[in-house]
């Protein structure tokens, strides 16, 4: 079993680990989840210069299988899943009729199937939603998520570190590309994908194999990291978080995540209709980075005024631990341009449009992308 039930929060095979390190453990999605070690900034730096160590079991995974696993999730997918061959992933939102946004998810091809990470907290409105979609398809949908431990190394160094590890060869897997292969002695998927802007791997194992592996990554010099870096590290990289920048009355196109919605597919997908309407008549909304003039730190939430009016909302923010200013994500009018007021606290601070990502780490392979 990949968690525990204690009490009203799950934990993950990996809790004891985290009590040992004094990890500081918070109610994240219903899971008991460390939120930082040494620190957010040390373990944000040490992911951007060396090497960082997430416990993300609590991510969901669901299984597709089936004659029409493919076409299930061409319907139930903004991506064309038929560009993908196996050993190969794609990054993809998930969306009601109206074009809101349900999940965005990760699909990775398994020989005739797929394997589709979900976030915790969207898992079993997934399931319902996947099923309810599906139904006439031949085509079983499992819920997966007490069969993995899911471990993401993040930084340089996670290649040098994971390679001793793995039977097989990372250096030659390319981004969005995984291995069906050994870790440490047990069957695992590693997948060269994160959610950090660096390069790093995402290691789906057995639960009771995590244990072991986190430790010997741990001696090996990976600096173990929590949801605090975790964030942090996102939004930096321009990443979207559900909750934040993704939601039902928010559609991808608003989000700026149309790399990932294909909508000339031959399989029409839940949400395309609403979608190609949206892009036709144009966006109620766009999603913008911006940095502070003035001082303060802006945070989820605040409002966000244009011309004086009251226009918009900041979805995440934070001091960025790497560039040293205050960074955001809002939404804003479509036709807002340059730059315009955080309220923090009522008090309006000057905020100038940046291009995303705030940050870009230098790449050695062609391909990019997002994860979720």
Not at 153 to 160: H, I, M, N, S
Not at 233 to 241: F, H, I, P, Q, V
């Amino acid at each position: 079993m990949v968690a525990v039930a204690r009490g009203t929060l799950r934990r993950t095979p990996l809790y004891e680990e985290h009590r040992a390190l004094g990890a500081r453990l918070v109610d994240f999605a219903g899971w008991e989840m460390p939120v930082q070690y040494a620190g957010i900034k040390a373990e944000h730096e040490a992911v951007r210069t060396r090497a960082g160590l997430f416990d993300v079991s609590h991510m969901g995974e669901v299984a597709f299988r089936g004659p029409d696993a493919e076409r299930a999730l061409q319907r139930l997918l903004t991506r064309d899943v038929s560009r993908l061959g196996e050993g190969q992933a794609g990054y993809a939102a998930v969306c009601l009729e109206s074009g809101g946004t349900v999940d965005d998810v990760i699909a990775y091809r398994r020989g005739e199937g797929f394997l589709v990470v979900v976030n915790a907290a969207n898992r079993e409105k997934d399931l319902a939603h996947f099923r309810r979609h599906t139904a006439d398809l031949d085509v079983e949908i499992s819920d997966e998520t007490e069969e993995w431990a899911l471990l993401a190394l993040q930084g340089p160094e996670a290649e040098r570190l994971l390679q001793p590890f793995v039977a097989g060869d990372l250096s030659a897997l390319g981004r969005y590309r995984f291995l069906e292969t050994h870790v440490d002695g047990g069957e695992a998927i590693v997948a060269r994908t994160g959610y950090t802007g660096e390069d790093g791997f995402e290691v789906f194992l057995r639960p009771a194999e995590a244990p072991s592996l986190w430790r010997r990554l741990v001696e090996a010099g990976a600096a173990p990291a929590g949801l605090g870096a975790r964030d942090t590290l996102r939004l930096e990289a321009g990443m979207c978080l559900y909750g934040n920048e993704l939601d039902e009355e928010t559609t991808p196109l608003e989000a700026g995540i149309s790399f990932a919605v294909h909508l000339h597919k031959e399989e029409e997908f839940v949400g395309q209709r609403a979608l190609q309407r949206q892009r036709e008549r144009g966006l109620r909304k766009k999603l913008v980075g911006f940095e502070l003039e003035g001082r303060g730190i802006a945070r989820h939430g605040y409002p966000v005024a244009v011309g004086g009016e009251r226009a918009g909302v900041v979805t995440s923010g934070t001091m960025s631990p790497t560039l040293g200013r205050a960074i955001g994500l809002a939404y804003v009018p479509p036709e807002t341009e340059g730059g315009f007021e955080v309220l923090i606290r009522e008090r309006p601070v000057p905020a100038r449009i940046v291009p995303l990502p705030f940050y870009r780490r230098k790449r050695n392979d062609p391909e990019g992308g997002a994860s979720g």
